[in-house]
């Protein structure tokens, strides 16, 4: 059984680096921009809170398999929502 984290932290370790964003070339659409838009611009244009900067680490990490670890209130469910439209909107999906 693992320790519950502390109250108000997520449980990630931030001292592990986090590569930025990484844009695969797609090959549907053309003239897709080379430069992501944010998980941030992408909450403020529909109108969502903005995510931490540990939530937009997840959502804007780079498109492979990963795992989060989080304890229970802390946004799992709404930042996962958020990271595929994140993909979706930088056409990464």
């Known amino acids: 059984m693992t320790p519950d984290p502390v109250p108000g932290q997520l449980g990630l370790d931030l001292d592990v680096p986090v590569a930025p964003a990484q844009r695969r ?3 549907l659409v053309p ?3 080379e430069v992501p838009i944010s998980a941030a611009r992408i909450a403020r244009l529909l109108g969502r809170p903005e995510p931490t900067p540990e939530q ?3 959502i804007e990490a780079p498109f492979e398999p990963m795992l989060v670890i989080a304890g ?14 994140w993909l979706v909107a930088n ?3």
Do not use: F, L, Q, Y
């Not at 946004?75 to 595929?84: F, S």
């Open 91 to 93: 056409r990464m999906i």
């Open 56 to 58: 937009a680490a997840v």
């Open 31 to 33: 003239g897709t921009p």
């Open 25 to 27: 070339p797609s090959r």
């Open 72 to 85: 229970a209130g802390s946004g799992k469910t709404e930042t996962m929502a958020a990271r595929v439209v």
